[in-house]
């Protein structure tokens, strides 16, 4: 009910736009998050945004990425800029929970030059 697209490869200190395309069925009930994981991690919050347009960013990536809402689209997106090594991983859109629908595949984000 929660599909992310938009990855790819990106240069250290490029920019990518992840879009996450939300079912028309829950879309402006629930707060949604984007989120990421790498191989033995645990998965994180990177930002989540509210229906009534509240931001909750995680500190490693304050003042880079940059989540915003379209209603006409049913979509959040997120603007990363300034990418690092260290944001290459796969992002997943979800609730931003306590609950959450079943995870998507995610889109595969690597940062490298």
């Known amino acids: 009910q929660l599909q992310a697209s938009g990855g790819g490869l990106v240069q250290p200190g490029g920019s990518l736009t992840l879009s996450c395309a939300v079912s028309?069925?829950?879309?402006?009930?629930?707060?949604e998050g984007w989120y990421r994981q790498t191989p033995g991690k645990q998965r994180e919050l990177v930002v989540g945004?509210?229906?009534?347009?509240?931001?909750n960013v995680a500190d490693s990536v304050k003042g880079r990425f940059t989540v915003s809402r379209d209603n006409a689209k049913n979509t959040v997106y997120l603007q990363m800029n300034s990418l690092k090594p260290e944001d290459t991983a796969v992002y997943y859109c979800?609730?931003?929970?306590?609950?959450?629908?079943?995870w998507g595949q995610g889109t595969l984000v690597t940062v490298s030059s």
């Open positions: 945004i509210s229906t009534g347009g509240r931001r």
């Open positions: 979800n609730l931003e929970g306590p609950i959450f629908l079943p």
């Open positions: 028309g069925r829950i879309w402006g009930i629930n707060a």
